[in-house]
Each structure stands twice: as structure tokens, then as C-alpha cells.
């Protein structure tokens, strides 16, 4: 449950409303999900955010599907369930398979087993990884 109230349309503020727009005419949809719909108890933030995203996850040299494959990576390691769930319907609505979000999830299990013995025996980097 939400710490706080989600923002309806009918509640937002004009600013509020034009980020609204933003998104849904970025995203080519109507829905506007609730994190947006809390974050809009702070205009400036949820411009600011907004903004950010929509330039990290514009076009760029990363494929946009293996961009949002790596948001659902770091929000699993982050332990954040809503963004885990946008990310991969983000993903699968472009063109994520089955197998492939099953390769992804066998992945993430990998690097967070082998994260976890390395950071418990506390194994220094090998001087060839080093930059």
C-alpha cells in the first residue's frame, strides 16, 4: 500500500498535467501508472524524473528492449516490485520472449549467487580486471 495518496487527473495541478500528457504521448498510451500518480505530489520531482527517464531510456547506442532487460536486472537487485513489473510489460511489449525473460531471470539468479559469495569471502579484484 502506497505512503501516499495517488494523484488523479482530476486532482493534478496544471504542471502536474502537462507531465501527464508527456508521458502519454511519449508512451503512445492513455495510463498513467501509479508511481507517476504519487510522485506528483512534488511537481518539480516528477518533472525531473520524467525527464531524466525519458532521456536514459530514449534512443541512444543500447537497444531499448536490453535497456529495459537491465531495469528489471538492477530493480531486482534493488528489490522494487513495481518497477520489476513495468519494466517487464515495458519489455515484453517490445518483443521480449518468454524464453528470453527466462534467460534474463536465470541470469539475474547467477549474478546475485555469485555476488553474494564474493562479497562474503570478500575476494579481492584481480589486478587484470582493474581499469
Not at 33 to 43: E, I, S, Y
Not at 56 to 85: Q, R
Request: with cysteine; glycine share 6%.
Amino acid at each position: 500500500m502506497a505512503t501516499v495518496t495517488l494523484i488523479s487527473d482530476e486532482e493534478a495541478s496544471t504542471e502536474v498535467l502537462a507531465v501527464f500528457d508527456d508521458i502519454r504521448a511519449t508512451r503512445g498510451t492513455d495510463f498513467i501508472n501509479n508511481f507517476w500518480r504519487a510522485l506528483a505530489h512534488d511537481p518539480a520531482t516528477l518533472k525531473a524524473t520524467w525527464e531524466r527517464l525519458k532521456a536514459v531510456m530514449g534512443p541512444g547506442e543500447i537497444d531499448p528492449l536490453v535497456k529495459e532487460m537491465i531495469y528489471i536486472a538492477v530493480s531486482t537487485a534493488n528489490g522494487c516490485e513495481n518497477c520489476v513489473h513495468s519494466h517487464t510489460a515495458t519489455a515484453k511489449a517490445k518483443g521480449m520472449t518468454e524464453v528470453q525473460h527466462s534467460e534474463l531471470v536465470s541470469v539475474i539468479g547467477m549474478a546475485m549467487q555469485t555476488n553474494g559469495l564474493v562479497t562474503a569471502m570478500q575476494v579481492e579484484v584481480d589486478d587484470a580486471f582493474r581499469v
